[in-house]
C-alpha cells in the first residue's frame, strides 16, 4: 500500500521530447504539463491533495485494522460468553455447601446440608400488605393472618415469612401474584438418623450456626471445609447402645442415663449415647433440659467403678499384690463417717476378693496405704480432675475435695468424693486395660493413632483384665456375660448426693462397666443410669448388677457381632490358666452377688 | 508474476481467515455445550447428595430393624458363635472321599444342625440364612 503513494509522491521530471522521436529526427518539444507560468500552483495544488489523500487514507486503513484487530479479538481470544472459570473443562465442578457433611466411621451421613427455599417479603414494594397477609395464610395454613400482617406492617424493610418452602407451595405462591416477595435459596441442616446422635452432633440455628455438640465444637472446619467431617462413631454401634439404653431406662424408670462404647486401643469414641434426647431436626420441640449431655457434661459420683482405678493404684504403687489381703470385719469409723460394707463378708479379704465384693472398707484400707498425695497424683495423670479436651463443648470439670484428706483417699477409693463424668471413666479403664496407655478420647476418626500416655504399667493391666474378667465370672458382673466373648466388668452404685446423711439411699446412680473380649480388650460399653428403681424382676433392687449390667452385656453382644470379635473357647486351659486367680473355696460357691 | 503473488496471499488470508473464523465458532458452540454440561453435572450433583442424605435416611439402622422384623422375621443378629477368623478356616482337601462340610471346625456343627429342624420357617429364606457367617476379624 505504501508503494504508489511513493510512486506518486516523486513523479518523474516531465520529458520534454517525446520518448517515441527518433534521434535525429523532428525534436519537437512535447508539451505534456502546464505552462510554466501556471505550473508551481498546479503542482501545489495536487500535492494538497495528495497529501490530504494520504492522511483520509491512514485514518481509513488504521480504523479498519483497529476493527479487523477488534475482531480477530473477539473471535479468537475472548468470547463475550466464556466469562467464568466454571466453562473451562479443567476446573470440574464440586459441589458446595456452607457446612460440610458429617459422617460416621464407616462414611454413613449424619449430618448435611440441603438446599431449600425460604420466602421472604419486602413489605415497602407491596401494595396492599394486609391483604397480602390474609392470601398468603392461605397457602400456610400454619401461620397466624394476624401475626403475618403484624408483621408485614410493622415497618422493617425485609421480612421471613416461611423457612423451608416445598416446591409446591412456592407454586402456590407464585400464583397469588403478590408484588414484593421474594424467594431464597438457603440451606438447612438435616439430620437423617433424627434422635440417634443428638448429643455428639449438636444442632444449627436457622443461619446454620452450631449451637452444640460437634457442630458447634468444630464450627470453623464445618464452615472451612467441603469435604465430609469423619467422626470416630459408629453408626451400628450408636444404635445398639441407644437401645438397650433406652430399654433399660424405660424397664427401670430411670429420670436419665448414658452409655458409652469406646475403643481401647485408640481412644475413639464409637458410641455416645445420653438421654433424654432431642431430634436435631427440631431441637426447640423438646424440653431444654432434654439437651444436657449427661455422658460427657453430667458429673457423677460413680461408686465402685472406681475401684477398678483404685486396685491398679495399689497394684501400680507396689503397697500390696493380688496375693495379699486386708482385714474388712469390722467398719471403719472416721470422726463422724462410718465406712460399710454393702455385701459384708466380715472377716480378712484377699485383694481379688475386695475386688469381686466390692468391699469398700478393703478398698479404704488399700488406698490409705496408698496415700492421699499418691492417690491424687494418680488421679490427675490418669486425667481425673481436669475436663476432657473433647470436640465438643459440653465437657464436665470433675469435682474433687480442695484439701485431699484421708477421709476423701478413703471415699474416692470406691468411688465418692469424686464427680467426673461417665467419659473420664470409660477412658481410664481403656487405659487399665490396653497395657497401661491413657488414650485421649476424641470424636472423630483417628487414622495416626497417638502413642498416649502411661498410667500403669503392663503388668498391672494384665492384672486388671484379670480382676475384672474374674468378677465377671464370680462376682457382681454375671448379668454382663456373653459366652464366647471373655467379657469383663464392674459394677458401681453410688448414692445421689441430698437426703438426711448427705446422701440418699433412694436415688441412685448404677453402672456398670464392661470390657471385651478381655484376653486382649477392644471396646469398653459403659452404662449409667440415674436413678433407676427396682422392679419385681430385679426384687426391688436397682443396683448396678441388676439394672445395668444386662444393658451393658446386650450391647457387648450387639457389637460384637457387627465388629466380628471371634469368640474364644473359654474353658481352654490356656485360657484358664491365663486368668488364674486364688479364691477360697467359699467365694466360688457364692450364687449370686450383684451390685 | 506479481498479480499471482497477490492472488496467493489474498487467498492464503482469505483461508486463514475462514479457518480462524470457523475454529473459533466451533470453541464458541464447544464451550455452549461445555457451560450446558456443566450445569447439568452441577443439577445432578445437588440430586446426589440430596439422595445421598435420603439413603442416609432411608437405611437408619431402627427402621432397617422394623423392616427386617415385618419381612424377614426368622434372621436374627450374628451371635459370637457365628464368627470365624479367617486362619480358622482350614484349607480344602483334595481328597474326594472327605465331604466337604467335615472340614469346617467343630463349633459350629451342632448350631447348624439343631437351627435346621428346630425352625422349619426357615426354608422361606433359605439362600439368606447361612448358618455359619464368615466374617474376616480385624484381630
Known amino acids: 500500500m505504501i508503494g504508489p503513494f511513493r510512486r506518486t509522491r516523486r513523479p518523474k521530471p516531465p520529458e520534454l521530447y517525446s520518448p517515441r522521436s527518433k534521434p535525429g529526427g523532428d525534436r519537437r518539444p512535447v508539451l505534456n504539463c502546464a505552462p510554466t507560468r501556471t505550473d508551481g500552483t498546479f ?10 489523500l494520504l492522511i483520509t487514507g491512514a485514518v481509513m486503513s488504521f480504523a479498519f485494522v483497529a476493527v479487523g484487530l477488534r475482531l480477530v479479538d473477539l473471535a479468537a481470544f475472548a468470547s463475550p460468553t ?37 420466602l421472604a417479603a419486602r413489605p415497602d414494594r407491596m401494595l396492599d400488605p394486609v391483604d397480602a397477609a390474609r392470601k398468603l395464610a392461605q397457602v400456610f395454613p400454619e401461620l397466624d393472618p394476624a401475626e403475618l400482617t403484624a408483621k408485614l406492617t410493622s415497618g422493617s424493610p425485609f421480612v421471613y415469612i416461611h423457612r423451608k418452602v416445598t416446591p409446591k407451595m412456592e407454586q402456590a405462591v407464585m400464583e397469588l401474584g403478590i408484588p414484593g416477595l421474594e424467594f431464597e435459596r438457603d440451606e438447612t441442616r438435616v439430620y ?45 454401634f450408636q444404635h445398639a447402645a441407644h437401645q438397650e439404653l433406652k430399654k433399660a431406662i424405660d424397664t427401670y424408670s430411670a429420670i436419665g442415663g448414658a452409655a458409652l462404647v469406646t475403643d481401647v486401643r485408640t481412644g475413639e469414641i464409637l458410641a455416645m449415647v445420653s438421654m433424654p434426647d432431642f431430634d436435631p431436626n427440631h431441637p426447640a420441640d423438646s424440653p431444654a433440659v432434654n439437651r444436657f449431655n449427661r455422658a460427657t457434661f453430667g458429673t457423677y ?143 472423630l476418626a483417628r487414622d495416626n493413632v ?22 465377671a465370672v464370680y462376682g457382681s458382673g454375671k448379668a454382663a456375660q456373653v459366652n464366647g466373648l471373655m467379657v469383663g466388668g464392674k459394677t458401681g452404685t453410688a448414692e445421689k448426693p441430698g437426703g438426711s446423711k448427705g446422701y440418699n439411699r433412694r436415688s441412685l446412680i448404677s453402672s456398670f462397666v464392661a470390657a471385651f473380649p478381655m484376653t486382649d480388650p477392644r471396646y469398653v460399653v459403659y452404662v449409667v443410669l440415674d436413678e433407676p428403681q427396682g422392679t419385681k424382676e430385679t426384687y426391688g433392687y436397682a443396683t448396678g448388677g441388676w439394672v445395668a449390667a444386662p444393658a451393658a452385656g446386650a450391647i457387648v453382644e450387639r457389637i460384637a457381632g457387627i465388629a466380628g470379635i471371634a469368640p474364644i473357647e473359654e474353658n481352654a486351659p490356656e485360657i484358664q490358666h491365663a486368668f488364674a486367680i486364688d479364691l477360697p473355696e467359699e467365694t466360688k460357691k457364692l450364687a449370686s452377688l450383684r451390685q | 508474476m506479481r498479480a499471482l503473488v497477490i492472488a496467493v496471499w489474498i487467498v492464503m488470508v482469505m483461508m486463514t481467515g475462514y479457518a480462524l473464523f470457523h ?72 481328597d474326594p472321599a472327605v465331604p466337604e462340610t467335615a472340614a469346617l471346625p467343630a463349633p459350629s456343627q451342632p448350631k447348624a444342625a439343631e437351627a435346621a429342624p428346630a425352625n422349619p420357617s426357615a426354608k422361606a429364606v433359605k439362600g439368606m440364612a447361612t448358618p455359619v457367617t464368615l466374617v474376616r476379624t480385624q484381630q
Open chain 1, 450 to 471: 497417638p502413642t498416649g500416655r502411661r498410667v500403669v504399667s503392663e503388668q498391672v493391666s494384665y492384672d486388671m483384665r484379670r480382676l475384672m474378667r474374674l468378677n
Open chain 1, 192 to 236: 437423617p438418623h433424627g434422635p440417634l446422635m443428638a448429643h455428639v452432633l449438636g444442632f444449627t440455628d436457622v443461619d446454620g450456626r452450631g449451637l452444640a455438640g460437634i457442630e458447634q465444637g468444630m464450627e470453623s472446619v464445618l464452615k472451612g471445609s467441603d469435604d465430609p467431617l469423619r467422626l470416630s462413631i459408629d453408626v451400628r
Open chain 2, 23 to 94: 475454529i473459533s465458532f466451533q470453541v464458541e458452540a464447544l464451550e455452549g455445550q461445555l457451560a450446558e454440561l456443566n450445569q447439568q453435572i452441577r443439577q445432578e450433583q445437588e440430586v446426589i447428595h440430596n439422595l445421598r442424605a435420603e439413603w442416609a435416611y432411608s437405611s437408619r439402622p431402627d427402621w432397617i430393624e422394623t423392616m427386617g422384623a415385618e419381612f424377614l422375621p426368622d434372621m436374627h443378629g450374628v451371635e459370637p458363635s457365628q464368627v470365624l477368623r479367617i486362619e480358622d478356616i482350614p484349607f480344602r482337601r483334595d
Open chain 1, 301 to 443: 459420683e460413680l461408686g465402685s467403678t472406681f475401684k477398678i482405678f483404685n486396685t491398679a493404684m495399689a497394684l501400680d504403687s507396689g503397697v500390696t499384690t493380688l496375693a495379699d489381703g486386708y482385714d474388712a470385719s469390722e467398719p471403719i469409723r472416721i470422726s463422724r463417717f462410718t465406712i460399710n460394707d454393702y455385701h459384708a463378708k466380715n472377716r480378712f479379704l484377699t485383694v481379688p476378693e475386695i475386688f469381686i465384693y466390692s468391699s469398700n472398707i478393703g478398698s479404704a484400707k488399700m488406698a490409705l496405704d496408698v496415700g492421699p498425695p499418691a492417690q491424687k497424683a494418680f488421679m490427675e495423670r490418669l486425667g481425673m480432675l481436669q475436663p476432657i479436651a473433647l470436640e465438643i463443648p459440653e465437657t464436665g470439670r470433675p469435682q474433687y475435695p480442695d484439701v485431699w484428706a484421708p477421709i476423701y483417699t478413703m471415699t474416692i477409693s470406691y468411688g465418692h468424693g469424686l464427680s467426673v463424668t461417665p467419659l473420664h471413666l470409660a477412658e481410664g479403664v481403656g487405659a487399665m486395660l490396653n497395657g497401661g496407655m491413657l488414650m485421649p478420647a476424641t470424636l
Open chain 1, 43 to 52: 503542482r501545489r495544488a495536487i500535492e494538497t491533495g495528495r497529501s490530504r
Open chain 1, 82 to 118: 466464556a466469562t467464568s472459570a466454571p466453562m473451562h473443562a479443567e476446573t470440574a465442578y464440586r459441589m458446595h455447601t456452607d457446612r460440610a457433611t458429617i459422617t460416621d466411621r464407616n462414611g454413613v451421613i449424619v449430618a448435611t446440608s440441603l438446599t431449600t427455599t425460604s
